[in-house]
């Protein structure tokens, strides 16, 4: 089993192994779950997406239709988390 030392600010640093492990790249976020006996669950943060909020988020603002190709960017930048709310 693995340990990390706590700073005197209360922080650690998971290494890197343990990153590549979960997936985790630099500026990505991660969660945290507390379970029974002082125990966390750790995991990658996902971004969550729906259809509704893709759908929405062009609804009103665009004078003509979007092309397909458009559409697959739009798509793929969601899935990609890289959307942001203007």
């Not at 979007?66 to 190709?69: Q, T």
């Not at 960017?73 to 793929?76: G, S």
């Not at 899935?79 to 959307?83: D, F, N, Q, S, V």
């Given at each position: 089993m693995a340990s990390l030392t706590v700073t005197v600010k209360g922080q650690v640093t998971l290494k890197r192994e343990l990153l590549k492990h979960l997936g985790i790249k630099p500026g990505e976020r991660v969660e945290f779950e507390k379970l029974p006996g002082g125990e966390l669950k750790l995991r990658a943060a996902r971004p969550s997406g729906s259809i509704d909020s893709f759908i929405g988020r062009h609804a009103g603002?665009?004078?003509?239709p979007?092309?397909?190709?458009e559409m697959n960017?739009?798509?793929?930048a969601g899935?990609?988390?890289?959307?942001h709310d203007e």
């Open positions: 603002k665009l004078k003509k979007l092309s397909i190709a960017e739009i798509a793929a899935w990609a988390g890289e959307l």
